[in-house]
């Protein structure tokens, strides 16, 4: 595991993962026009604390949440429909989970770029139905107009080096001979209102900003310079975000 997977480990990430815009109700709309034969089975993989699993789980029949992070899972079955009887958590890397399929989906929600992708999808592949797709999803605000301020003090004290700001993972994905893509979808934007203190601790639920990789007084000239660059558009404390999902899908196939 990288030093940043690591942090997903650290009790202070999966606190601030509460600050984190949900995902567009049209997600979970697409999520189920694309399951395709029964039973309607679901595995999660990379689950965190359930922004995926947890609103899906009403929707079908059963969801496995998989995540190597035991406070992300302690935090998911916490927080609202975290304890529904449809939702199974499980503290495991993917790579050698216990699957329970057969699935008719599989979703990915921001989490398949931290897998090993050869070893991930040889542990699932065999435990799909027919016609199941693998969803990658990403979302997060979109034209904030506060970014010209706000990238320079992230990248100050950001732990991510080398940052490809045009590397696209599902492209990753199709190149390595992983994934024949059948489809691309984005959800229309949903206006978000959010505090900026709020603001500043979803930076803190990443894992280059993780709070414990930071000495105390640089989380503090952090959260200081975050909310100097976003004063000028707060109107009460608040910002008005606006957020977009991606959603890419199609079948993952095992390597060689
Ligand atoms: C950015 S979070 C996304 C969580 C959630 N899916 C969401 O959409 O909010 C990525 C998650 O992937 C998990 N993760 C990373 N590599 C993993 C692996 N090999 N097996 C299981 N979980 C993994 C991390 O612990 C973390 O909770």
Do not use: C
């Not at 690591?6 to 399951?35: C, G, M, S, W």
């Not at 999808?121 to 970014?147: K, S, Y």
């Amino acid at each position: 595991m990288t030093e940043l997977a690591a942090t997903f480990q650290q009790e202070a990430v999966a606190e601030a993962y509460q600050h984190r815009p949900p995902y567009p109700d049209e997600v979970f709309d697409r999520l189920e026009e694309l399951i395709a034969d029964e039973p309607r089975r679901v595995l999660d993989i990379g689950a965190g604390e359930g922004a995926i699993a947890r609103p899906l789980a009403p929707r079908v029949e059963h969801i496995d949440a998989i995540d190597f992070s035991a406070p992300m899972v302690a935090a998911g079955k916490q927080r609202p429909g975290g304890d529904h009887p449809n939702l199974t958590w499980q503290v495991n890397p993917i790579e050698t989970a216990d699957l329970d399929g057969p699935y008719a989906l599989v979703t990915a929600g921001a989490s398949i770029h931290w897998m090993p992708w050869e070893q991930t999808f040889a542990r699932i592949v065999p435990h799909l139905t027919p016609n199941a797709q693998l969803v990658v999803i990403e979302h997060g605000p979109v034209d904030e107009p506060w970014t010209a301020e706000l990238i320079p003090v992230i990248e100050r004290h950001s732990r991510k080096q080398n940052y490809d700001s045009k590397f696209n993972v599902v492209d990753a994905i199709v190149e390595r001979g992983l994934l024949d893509l059948t489809g691309t979808a984005r959800t229309t934007r949903v206006e978000y209102r959010q505090t900026v203190a709020d603001y500043i601790e979803r930076l803190h639920s990443t894992s280059s900003l993780a709070r414990d990789l930071m000495p105390a007084d640089e989380a503090a000239a952090f959260d200081a310079g975050v909310a100097e660059a976003l004063r000028p558009y707060a109107k009460d404390g608040v910002l008005d975000l606006t957020i977009q999902a991606e959603l890419s899908w199609g079948r993952p196939k095992i390597a060689g």
